[in-house]
């Protein structure tokens, strides 16, 4: 009789075990994996709870809308969402147009030629910026049916790293004229593709997903609500 009460109980315990198993298997979420493509263009801290990763083209128009009200309000964005510790942000930078752009390859080239001295932010602002004082103030280069900004020489680019604080000039020119960085930037292009589902910018926010950009600073921040910010 207690032999078989005792295997009873050994086989209920065994159940019971199995059975804190699988709830455990059920309700733990393992960390999801983030593979980071270039350290230089992100910001914020790897294991912030949210992920928000720009899939971008240097010469994209909507990319430009993005950055440029991103910008205009970065001391917000930096203090709410980056120092706070609640956003770690990544762009990852493609010639996805150069299709349409004669200037997307070389762009692209010049974004990873500056990260590769890690002055990508001040580099990238600087770009965009000089794009817009040159062309897309004057309505060139600001959409599909828009004048074509011309092909830009390699001056162009340099002449911004030239404003760049402790960005190695002479470095940048190097990289950027032996085209160091194109299989970087045709590597991560061809991931890109992989990804995206529909045009640029296109936005990632943990599991949520949007693309375009035709807004605002309030714009983006409804797009942190969306991702759970």
Known sequence: MWSRL??????????????????NAVVTKPTPSYTVWSEAMTMGNKEAEHHFTV???????YCDNYSRALEENLDEF????IDSGKVFYEIRL????ADHSPNSERGGESGYCAADQNKFWDYYHGILSQLK????????????TSPEIP???????????????GLDVAAFTDCLTDHKMLDTLNQNTTKAAQTISSGLPY?????????????????IKSMFRAGGV
């Open 133 to 144: 004082d040159d062309y897309h103030s004057k309505g060139i280069g600001t959409s599909k």
């Open 55 to 61: 899939y971008t083209d240097i010469y994209c128009p």
């Open 78 to 81: 930096q203090r709410d969402y």
């Open 6 to 23: 005792k295997t009873i109980i050994l086989v209920l315990l065994g159940a019971g075990i199995v059975g804190l198993i699988i709830v």
């Open 151 to 165: 092909k830009l020489d390699d001056d162009y680019y340099i002449d911004v790293a030239r404003k760049v604080d």
């Open 203 to 219: 936005f990632v926010f943990d599991e949520w997903t949007s693309s375009g950009f035709e807004g605002d600073w309030k714009t």
């Open 94 to 97: 493609t010639d996805m147009i």
